[in-house]
Structures are given as structure tokens and as C-alpha cells.
């Protein structure tokens, strides 16, 4: 029987590409979704990936929709938590909500995800957790206090967890995307790509079947020795 993978914003950017190439490899997938259900009803008119709409920043909302899922695919065997937002702002000028949303989102919210599943899986003997992390998480960007905070948090959420989990049979792993070729990208103005792109040594953004590769690998059985790792994949732009 086919394992089960569930992708927080899996509808969209990298989350698409990550629920796409997990259906191709042969799970069965559930991706999750915020709030634009315009592109979500699209994704799964195009995919045939069934969406289900939920905030991970609330933790109610998160046991409740892991429910669904399960009651409809089975038990949770993969978790990707992909969901991500920004409220990008100079440090003296951010507000606290503006700190607030983005750890609720980012941080909490793999928490949020993860803890309802995590007794499954000891239970099963399996289980894959693979957080989308950032370069940002890495070395920090100017504007960005609360989400590279977030980032890195998420970071030292895997390291700590994969040690708990590891006799379990649960790999805990989070991937570092640099800058992806994705809608958000690709929406800025010209100039401002050329700048970025001058700062990736490959010459290039990355794209998003790049990062969901990432995922299907460390997802695998083949995979089950890799855990508490951070993988980078940034074109060489910051190398740790």
C-alpha cells in the first residue's frame, strides 16, 4: 500500500513542485492550504491532489486537518512542512505582529504539524519529517529578523528532534532552498533578479523541482541513515 505524504502550501511554489514529485514517486498525498482556494481548486483540477484548508499557525485547526487526511488517506507516514509567509520589515520598523504572524507560520507551525503526528509514528516504527528551511535561516538577511529567526529555529527544531526520533525509525531532516525561480521571484522587478542572481555562483535561481527532488530523496527508504541533516541547495551562495 502506498505511503502518505502531507505537504503544508502544498499547493503553490515549491509546495506544488514538492506534492507533485511525491505523487509521481508513488505516494499518496494531501496538500494543505491557507487561504487561496482559487489556486488550490486549480492545483487539483490540474494534479488530481486532493487540498484541505487549514492555518498551520493554529494548532486546533492542525489536529483537525491531520484528521481528515487520515480519515481519508490513511495514517501520515511523511510530513513536509513547507508552509511559509513573509512580513519582511527593517528591525526599528517592525511590529509585533509582524514578528508574531511569521513565527506562528514558520516556526510554531512546524510544531503545530508535527507534534499530532509524531506518536503515529513512533507507534509505526516510521516516519519521515522534512522541514523547508531558507538560506536566510542560515546567515541571516537585513529585513528579515523575524523570518530568518523563524528559519533557523527550524533548523534546531530537526537537529533536536531527529535525536528523539532516530531509534523510533523516524528520520528528521530540513532542506535550505536559496533563491527559487518561483511566482514570488519571478514578480519582482528585473534589476532586483539580476542582483540576486550575481550572488548565486551557478549563475541561476534554482527551481522548484530542484527542492522536491530534495524531498523524494530524503523521503525514501534509501534515506533512513540520513536524519538531523541540513541539506543545502542554494547554487553555492552560501556554503556551510
Known sequence: MARTALVTGGSRGIGAAISVALKNAGYQVAANYAGNDEAAQKFTAETGIKTYKWSVADYDACVAGIGQVEADLGPVDVLVNNAGITRDAMFHRMTLQQWRDVIDTNLNGAFNMTHPLWSGMRDRKFG?????????????????????????????????????????GITVNVI????IGTDMVMAVPEKVRESIVAQIPVGRLGEPDEIA???????SDEAGFITGSTLTANGGQYIV
Open 176 to 179: 535550505c532552498p536559496g533563491y
Open 213 to 219: 527532488r530534495c524531498v523524494v530523496f530524503l523521503a
Open 128 to 168: 519521515r519529517i522534512i522541514t523547508i528551511s531558507s538560506i536566510n535561516g542560515q546567515k541571516g538577511q537585513m529585513g528579515q529578523a523575524n523570518y530568518s529567526a523563524s528559519k533557523a529555529g527550524d533548523i534546531g527544531f530537526t537537529k533536536a528532534l531527529a535525536q528523539e526520533g532516530a531509534r523510533a
